[in-house]
């Protein structure tokens, strides 16, 4: 069967963006949790809040089993790109409201970018077949 042309020149792209992603995914899972195991514990107070604390593990989480899914090349894994985005835009509030985490949010709003862009990718992929 043959591919679209439109497909076929978004391949490359389609490529660099899994990539792109992967390594956002990675590294918003590292310093999120990085973030929460020392410096919110370490502050203490409004950063160990449950549900600052909560949704900073539930991040680090989210995108660890994002790249999971993505390096196992599921199908599914649009699904858990579009919950990631979610779940990382929320901690990024989260902690630009708390303050002292800049590292934390700009990870995270990285990390909701790109995983947004594979949705958007995919799902015009979607609409081309």
């Not at 591919?3 to 490529?15: E, F, I, Q, Y």
């Not at 858990?80 to 590292?103: L, N």
């Amino acid at each position: 069967m043959l591919k679209h042309p439109l497909l076929l020149m978004n391949t490359h792209v389609a490529d660099l963006t899994e990539e792109e992603c992967l390594k956002y995914c990675l590294d918003c899972h590292h310093i999120c949790l990085e973030m929460a195991m020392r410096h919110c514990l370490q502050s203490g107070g409004k950063h160990t809040e449950p549900m600052h604390f909560r949704l900073m593990l539930n991040c680090a989480e989210m995108c660890q089993t994002n790249a999971s899914f993505m390096l196992s090349s599921s199908d599914l894994h649009v699904l858990t790109c579009g919950v990631c985005a979610e779940i990382c835009r929320r901690c990024a509030a989260s902690c630009a409201e708390i303050g002292e985490m800049e590292a934390c949010v700009q990870a995270c709003i990285d990390c909701a970018e790109s995983c947004d862009r594979l949705v958007a990718l995919h799902a015009l992929e979607e609409a081309v077949v």
